[in-house]
T-cell receptor, first 113, second 112 residues
């Protein structure tokens, strides 16, 4: 089983739609969780951290379910500029994985007019 | 504010040639530094990370090496490039363990 697993998509949605991505992780000792976005041929950029209580940043909402070991990202009112690859990222603190981030393969989102 | 600089942006090298990619961070002290590679259509693979000057941890066996000669400088090197070394190389920094990493613009390396 992969350490971080995402549905690769692609997700094709019209402008204004709501879209949700899920991500599962295998290591229950995971401590920190993030969503990054990566535009074509560009570096990944931090979109938001994911907190246990869930958090929202404008049109974006992130949720964490530790019991089921999954993270979700909800995008409301999709914009054309939201088209990108969304990376689920997990940090495991301690042991040989100390301080390292593990990246999912990414979910491709295309928002069309 | 903190910034990360990575160069060159693109590089075309023949097989067997050496490589040196440089990354510098400004606006912070003693950052954790990382080198990643992303092959075309693939995910990010951590190559090396460093928690301090002269301290390098290697994640995967390969013909690449890394060095950290100064607090905010991280260098990725190879003595002899292979075709399989082609990819998008990204440098990143974080303040400490558990904190998000911030990436440079990346170097797109093509081996001919």
């Amino acid at each position: 089983r992969k350490e971080v697993e995402q549905d690769p998509g692609p997700f094709n949605v019209p402008e204004g739609a709501t879209v949700a991505f899920n991500c599962t992780y295998s290591n229950s000792a995971s401590q920190s969780f993030f969503w990054y976005r990566q535009d074509c041929r560009k570096e990944p950029k931090l979109l938001m951290s994911v907190y246990s209580s869930g958090n929202e940043d404008g049109r974006f909402t992130a949720q964490l379910n530790r019991a089921s070991q999954y993270i979700s990202l909800l995008i409301r009112d999709s914009k054309l500029s939201d088209s990108a690859t969304y990376l689920c990222v997990v940090n495991i603190a301690g042991g040989t994985s100390y301080g390292k981030l593990t990246f999912g393969q990414g979910t491709i989102l295309t928002v069309h007019p | 504010s903190q910034t990360i600089h990575q160069w060159p942006a693109t590089l075309v090298q023949p097989v067997g040639s050496p490589l040196s990619l440089e990354c510098t961070v400004e606006g912070t002290s003693n950052p954790n530094l990382y080198w990643y590679r992303q092959a075309a259509g693939r995910g990010l693979q951590l190559l090396f990370y460093s928690v301090g000057i002269g301290q390098i941890s290697s994640e995967v066996p390969q013909n690449l090496s890394a060095s950290r000669p100064q607090d905010r400088q991280f260098i990725l090197s190879s003595k002899k490039l292979l075709l399989s070394d082609s990819g998008f190389y990204l440098c990143a920094w974080s303040t400490t363990v558990g904190q998000p990493q911030h990436f440079g613009d990346g170097t797109r390396l093509s081996i001919l």
